[in-house]
């Protein structure tokens, strides 16, 4: 039991280090640290999103795709939680035809920030901790 709370403990303050990288524009080492870190299912899940928005805010526009897609179609099974579960599909899916509708692959974001926002209220703090809207 220790071991799992020392793991994700871990896990959880690592992220945070890629968090404050990302935050000052650092996209590069965050994603660096990114690549080294081990955790539950439920938290490589959340990696591959995160990742997508890393890649997305450095305008690795592909690669952003790529990752938001992965997120959706190997990653989301593994969110416990009804609440958080939706919000971050609708929050993926966003993010996702943002991207496409940026390199012109899309015309109109088919999911409205309104649905997202309403989502996000739902989910559990620490989600919406790690994904803000």
Known sequence: MFKR???STQF???LHKVGKLYNEGECKRALELLDGLKGSKEE???LLLFKADILHRDGELLKSVAQYEKFLFEGLSEIKGQNDKNYLR???QYYLASVKTK???IDVVPVL???VVAAFQEAT???R???VI
């Open 113 to 115: 920030r309104a649905e």
């Open 90 to 92: 609708l929050y993926a």
């Open 12 to 14: 959880s303050w690592k």
């Open 125 to 127: 703090l620490l989600v």
């Open 44 to 46: 490589m899940a959340k």
């Open 5 to 7: 709370i020392f793991n």
């Open 103 to 105: 390199s012109g692959q």
């Open 129 to 131: 901790a790690d994904f």
